[in-house]
């Protein structure tokens, strides 16, 4: 046998060498490559992106406790007087929405009701005034979670959208749905599947996204650890084309308005699980977006619970309310110290600003209105998880506006207790907001129930002003 000379072995070796570390490169280079094209793929972003949110490039200050005087807590007010409405109940409530809305167009506002327990989606309207009578408008639709109110079809009446879950708790099946109600002008109401076998749906609504005069629809799917942010489109005739925006599980708001003051409709998203964000896309009017991350957590487990749009500063600017309550994913679920309200400042250019408002344990529903008619916007919020075991725990606070975008907290109600859903509307006439909660009654203890309810506004506070 012959044998290699010491020089060639040594040779030898050494390309051996430089292999192994080669691969060593790749292995530690090209599986992050590989795992963040597939993130940039999922989310729409680009690499870049992705890199940036990893590394949480984004000044987040949502540590609770951590906010300077937004906590200042005044005394509990009694301007709100509460009036169960809608049908009795034997059995726990589990409401997942409710909508304040003229659904007849009579100059009454009434409420709309999606029940996950019943799998209906009810009008409680009000006729005369003060007298509130509830009938089913569909059922058979297995757990609905939102209903919006918009004339889909042109033909001067209110239908409705519904995102339908399919199932109240996280599922990867493919069971959610977006359904319109169609109006046939006397309150009698059609069903229309716009889209089904899609994971479940948590919220859906209606604008014309490509600028052709109809109506298409943003929808957020949760699923559980799989989900989507998709915009469906309007064929005509009933007929629809999907569009996915981002693939990433956990979406449980969509929002329409236009960002950017371009003449379209942008989507805004709010994205829970493992990722906590707030996500924008932008339209170029005629149904193509890109996203953009407008803000991020970096506690996986922050608990989005909701946003909403508003003009909170009055600058002429859409801002975004948000709250972080969820706890779910606890056994049992009980409230997390990072759970709070707070706001993001539109700063223009799609840029916004992260302001923490206060701590609220369980905190969802952000909505606004000016309760003390002093001038400027106040807020309220509903808590879904609180420490119910204890009496004092709140279940509903305003948080009043005391000027330079402070607010001093105050306690309105600690029962009924487990509201996760609220809407405001002025139900008397009267020029003071009064607000509707529901209440979902999936876990212990069950001695503060209540299923939808409405609260009256005296007015008592515009007359200390």
Same mark, same amino acid.
């Given at each position: 046998?012959?044998?290699?000379?010491?020089?060639?072995?040594?040779?030898?070796?050494?390309?051996?060498?430089?292999?192994?570390?080669?691969?060593?490169?790749?292995?530690?280079?090209?599986?992050?490559?590989?795992?963040?094209?597939?993130?940039?793929?999922?989310?729409?972003?680009?690499?870049?992106?992705?890199?940036?949110?990893?590394?949480?490039?984004?000044?987040?200050?949502?540590?609770?406790?951590?906010?300077?005087?937004?906590?200042?807590?005044?005394?509990?007010?009694?301007?709100?007087?509460?009036?169960?409405?809608?049908?009795?109940?034997?059995?726990?409530?589990?409401?997942?929405?409710?909508?304040?809305?003229?659904?007849?167009?009579?100059?009454?506002?009434?409420?709309?009701?999606?029940?996950?327990?019943?799998?209906?989606?009810?009008?409680?309207?009000?006729?005369?005034?003060?007298?509130?009578?509830?009938?089913?408008?569909?059922?058979?639709?297995?757990?609905?979670?939102?209903?919006?109110?918009?004339?889909?079809?042109?033909?001067?009446?209110?239908?409705?959208?519904?995102?339908?879950?399919?199932?109240?708790?996280?599922?990867?099946?493919?069971?959610?749905?977006?359904?319109?109600?169609?109006?046939?002008?006397?309150?009698?109401?059609?069903?229309?599947?716009?889209?089904?076998?899609?994971?479940?749906?948590?919220?859906?609504?209606?604008?014309?996204?490509?600028?052709?005069?109809?109506?298409?629809?943003?929808?957020?799917?949760?699923?559980?650890?799989?989900?989507?942010?998709?915009?469906?489109?309007?064929?005509?005739?009933?007929?629809?084309?999907? !569009?996915?925006?981002? %693939?990433?599980? /956990?979406?449980?708001?969509?929002?329409? =308005? $236009?960002? +950017?003051? @371009? *003449? &379209?409709? #942008?989507?805004?998203?709010?994205?829970?699980?493992?990722?906590?964000?707030?996500?924008?896309?932008?339209?170029?009017?005629?149904?193509?977006?890109?996203?953009?991350?407008?803000?991020?957590?970096?506690?996986?487990?922050?608990?989005?619970?909701?946003?909403?749009?508003?003009?909170?500063?009055?600058?002429?600017?859409?801002?975004?309310?948000?709250?972080?309550?969820?706890?779910?994913?606890?056994?049992?679920?009980?409230?997390?110290?990072?759970?709070?309200?707070?706001?993001?400042?539109?700063?223009?250019?799609?840029?916004?600003?992260? !302001?923490?408002?206060? %701590?609220?344990? /369980?905190?969802?529903?952000?909505?606004? =209105? $000016?309760? +003390?008619? @002093? *001038? &400027?916007? #106040?807020?309220?919020?509903?808590?879904?998880?609180?420490?119910?075991?204890?009496?004092?725990?709140?279940?509903?606070?305003?948080?009043?506006?005391?000027?330079?975008?402070?607010?001093?907290?105050?306690?309105?109600?600690?029962?009924?207790?487990?509201?996760?859903?609220?809407?405001?509307?002025?139900?008397?006439?009267?020029?003071?907001?009064?607000?509707?909660?529901?209440?979902?009654?999936?876990?212990?203890?069950?001695?503060?129930?209540?299923?939808?309810?409405?609260?009256?506004?005296?007015?008592?506070?515009?007359?200390?002003?």
């Amino acid at each position: 046998m012959t044998k290699l000379p010491s020089g060639d072995k040594k040779s030898s070796k050494g390309v051996k060498n430089i292999v192994i570390i080669l691969i060593v490169i790749i292995l530690f280079v090209g599986i992050p490559l590989i795992f963040l094209n597939y993130q940039a793929g999922q989310s729409g972003m680009s690499i870049n992106e992705v890199v940036k949110r990893k590394m949480r490039i984004t000044e987040s200050k949502d540590i609770g406790g951590t906010q300077a005087a937004a906590d200042s807590t005044g005394s509990k007010t009694a301007f709100m007087t509460a009036m169960p409405v809608g049908d009795k109940f034997t059995d726990k409530p589990q409401i997942a929405n409710v909508l304040a809305a003229d659904l007849d167009r009579d100059q009454l506002m009434d409420v709309l009701v999606c029940d996950s327990k019943a799998n209906t989606v009810s009008w409680i309207r009000q006729f005369p005034q003060g007298t509130f009578t509830e009938t089913v408008l569909a059922d058979n639709l297995i757990a609905p979670a939102h209903v919006e109110v918009r004339d889909f079809d042109n033909d001067n009446d209110n239908d409705l959208v519904v995102a339908v879950l399919g199932m109240l708790f996280p599922n990867n099946d493919k069971i959610g749905s977006v359904v319109v109600l169609e109006n046939d002008g006397k309150q009698n109401f059609s069903k229309h599947v716009v889209a089904e076998k899609i994971a479940r749906v948590s919220d859906a609504r209606m604008g014309d996204l490509d600028g052709d005069g109809d109506m298409d629809f943003a929808a957020a799917q949760f699923g559980y650890d799989d989900g989507e942010t998709r915009w469906i489109e309007n064929l005509g005739n009933w007929k629809f084309k999907s !569009h996915s925006l981002q %693939n990433i599980s /956990g979406p449980i708001n969509v929002e329409l =308005a $236009d960002v +950017d003051k @371009d *003449g &379209d409709l #942008d989507i805004f998203s709010l994205v829970s699980q493992e990722w906590e964000e707030i996500y924008c896309f932008l339209n170029d009017g005629k149904g193509q977006f890109q996203p953009k991350l407008l803000w991020g957590s970096n506690n996986e487990d922050f608990g989005s619970s909701g946003i909403a749009l508003a003009d909170l500063n009055k600058d002429g600017n859409i801002d975004i309310l948000y709250t972080n309550g969820d706890a779910f994913d606890y056994v049992p679920p009980v409230p997390r110290p990072w759970h709070g309200v707070q706001w993001l400042e539109n700063k223009g250019n799609v840029s916004f600003e992260y !302001h923490r408002i206060c %701590n609220f344990a /369980g905190a969802f529903s952000p909505r606004m =209105a $000016d309760f +003390d008619h @002093d *001038g &400027d916007n #106040d807020l309220m919020v509903v808590s879904g998880f609180n420490l119910w075991d204890k009496p004092e725990s709140e279940s509903c606070i305003w948080l009043e506006n005391v000027g330079g975008m402070q607010f001093r907290r105050h306690a309105v109600a600690s029962s009924p207790t487990h509201l996760i859903t609220m809407d405001l509307g002025d139900f008397n006439n009267d020029g003071n907001m009064d607000m509707v909660t529901g209440g979902m009654h999936v876990y212990p203890p069950f001695d503060r129930m209540g299923r939808v309810t409405l609260w009256m506004n005296n007015g008592d506070l515009g007359k200390t002003k």
